[in-house]
């Protein structure tokens, strides 16, 4: 008796075409669209950006530009040109599919914004028409390349219905081993990429204006997608767990050229605010990621450190009236989220899923509301109230005042550079001790705990110990963070420390900024803090409907990737296992055998 096996199907594009048509077609159309970048799009210079230049491309034209470019690239090597065969080794039908999809996007996005804009199609000049005409060609080319491996129907239980060629299309195969490189081309490799990185980041955060910011999110997160799919990603990130420390200092050395790269002190500013987003994100990842405690209140311990620096940092309306050095107001700040992480984690650490989540949702709504009440009036004088405790005056350290513009490799650094830099190391102390506690004992049973914690407690884990002590240094975490913070903004009130708001940080945004990333990853919270506080200041002429925007996104998000945009082995095993196969194509694997 022979056992029966699912039928590959023959591979064939959604669009009948000849496949060595589909892809001429699509060089054609990307070279096209190229080409039409550099030709006016509209009449008129009142749509930001000038895209009135012939021969010179600007603004959203170079978004275009660059992703025709890439399209043609990937189309010519997913074709097996020699020399760029490494640029598609899992496949190159998706990632060229999702580049033509993302410059589409933009172009499309592009004269719709004119023509918004301006007030009607009139506004578009013949330039714009040829733009939108080849990018549509590109796409509709590129949706007739056949798929980089056959369908499988599972035995007619799953028919290829349209939706399921499509979402088949976008899949690619698992990129072979590669041939062992010499370990200064891996380093060369890394270098290159966080330098790429570097690169990336610096545009998006120094896009004048909400259009530009658009079109960059739209081809960056296609192009992003495309490389995952062609296989670049799956191989790159076998280097960085080669050289990790490696990896580390390039990350490093990369985020502190950040201020090198800027001429405008507030993009640095949003810079570090990102950056107090993400460490915060980070020490909620300890608790929420590793050890699987739902807590809503995180933002508290947030406030409890800035609030404890802004007390003893020598500011003119502070109760206590000291200032201390700013070693010793972190310690402060630390300190007192630490105690306030152990007094609130020990009584309720006992409760398990919503009932805990609602016990640390009412802690943080009692952390404002007493710094509210400490006013004088209904309460001691300790606060301010609503007021807060403004005037907290610049960090001095070693004769380096941070208020004070510094050159630094012949550029001038400006404050918020200075804090920047000081956040920055802050950032990499919370990401040194979250790998270090992840890879640790008490990391994997935090995790077994996350899992399974009636397994876990009976296999003798200590599981009310461990999870008091996953609190706690989350709540350090977040303490450090709210020190720096402080001094940043030079002011501590109750309403910047909410459960939810438009702002953030707050606990409703943390949190999501850990799920949206991946939890239980270093790279995920950091990602999904940069996307949740960078999206809503470069959106304004959105703020209207930014929480509908944030609620779709999450809904998208849950459907299709509910591992995260960063996700671990396990993760994607446990949300995918019937998606992710052996290199030979056959049975899935385990979690054991990721």
């Not at 939890?519 to 950091?526: K, S």
């Amino acid at each position: 008796m022979t056992g029966t096996h699912p039928t590959p199907r023959p591979s064939r594009g959604l669009i009948p075409l000849p496949p060595d048509a589909a892809r001429v077609l699509v060089i054609i159309g990307a070279a096209l669209a190229i080409t039409s970048t550099f030709t006016a799009w509209t009449w008129t210079a009142r749509f930001p950006g000038n895209l009135t230049v012939t021969g010179y491309p600007g603004g959203l034209q170079t978004i275009t530009l660059a992703g025709a470019l890439l399209t043609l690239l990937f189309a010519v090597a997913g074709h097996g040109t020699r020399g760029l065969r490494w640029l598609t080794p899992a496949g190159g039908t998706a990632p060229t599919l999702l580049l033509a999809l993302g410059t589409f996007a933009t172009t499309w996005y592009t004269l719709a914004a004119i023509a918004i804009d301006l007030g009607g199609l009139a506004n578009l000049e013949p330039g714009g028409y040829l733009a939108g005409a080849d990018t549509l060609l590109t796409l509709a080319a590129a949706l007739a390349l056949p798929p980089d491996h056959p369908y499988d129907d599972h035995n007619g239980t799953r028919p290829p219905t349209l939706w399921r060629r499509l979402r088949h299309t976008l899949t690619t195969r698992r990129p072979p081993r590669p041939a062992p490189l010499p370990t200064w081309a891996d380093i060369l490799i890394i270098a290159a990429s966080f330098g790429i990185g570097l690169y990336l980041f610096s545009y998006g955060i120094d896009t004048e204006y909400g259009e530009l910011f658009v079109g960059y999110l739209l081809l960056t997160g296609c192009a992003l997608a495309a490389i995952s799919r062609a296989g670049l990603t799956t191989r790159l990130s076998a280097l960085t767990a080669k050289h990790r420390n490696t990896t580390l200092t390039a990350a490093f050395i990369a985020a502190a050229c950040f201020p090198l790269t800027q001429t405008n002190d507030a993009y640095t500013n949003l810079a570090t605010s990102i950056l107090i987003f993400a460490t915060v994100a980070l020490g909620l990842n300890v608790v929420v990621g590793l050890a699987g405690l739902l807590d809503l209140g995180y933002v508290a311990f947030l406030g409890v450190g800035a609030y404890a620096a802004a007390l003893v940092s020598g500011s003119p309306e502070s109760a206590i009236g000291v200032h201390f050095p700013f070693w010793a107001a972190v310690l402060t700040g630390i300190a007192a989220s630490l105690v306030f992480g152990v007094l609130i984690g020990a009584p309720t650490l006992r409760l398990r899923g919503d009932y805990l989540a609602i016990v640390t949702l009412g802690f943080g709504e009692i952390f404002r509301i007493t710094m509210l009440n400490l006013n004088g009036k209904t309460g001691p004088d300790i606060t301010n109230g609503s007021m807060g405790i403004p005037n907290i005056p610049e960090l001095n350290i070693f004769g380096f005042d941070f208020g004070q513009t510094h050159d630094i490799l012949g550029t001038p650094i400006g404050r918020f550079g200075n804090y920047y830099l000081l956040m920055l190391l802050a950032t990499i102390t919370v990401v040194l001790v979250f790998r270090r506690a992840t890879e640790s004992r008490i990391g994997r049973a935090w995790i077994a705990i996350r899992e399974d914690e009636t397994a876990a407690t009976a296999m003798g884990i200590n599981a009310f110990r461990l999870k008091l002590l996953a609190f706690a240094l989350g709540a350090a975490l977040a303490g450090l963070a709210g020190t720096i913070q402080a001094h940043v903004i030079t002011t501590a009130t109750p309403d910047q420390y909410q459960f939810a708001g438009t702002v953030p940080p707050n606990s409703a945004f943390l949190l999501a900024a850990v799920i949206l990333g991946g939890m239980g990853t270093i790279t995920g919270p950091i990602v999904g803090a940069a996307l949740l506080y960078l999206i809503p200041s470069k959106m304004d002429f959105m703020q209207d409907y930014q929480l509908l925007l944030f609620g779709l996104a999450l809904i998208l998000l849950m459907r299709f990737r509910p591992e995260g945009l960063v996700a671990d082995r396990r993760k994607q095993l446990e949300f995918h296992e019937h998606e992710n196969t052996s290199p030979a194509g056959g049975a899935p694997l385990t979690k054991a055998e990721a």
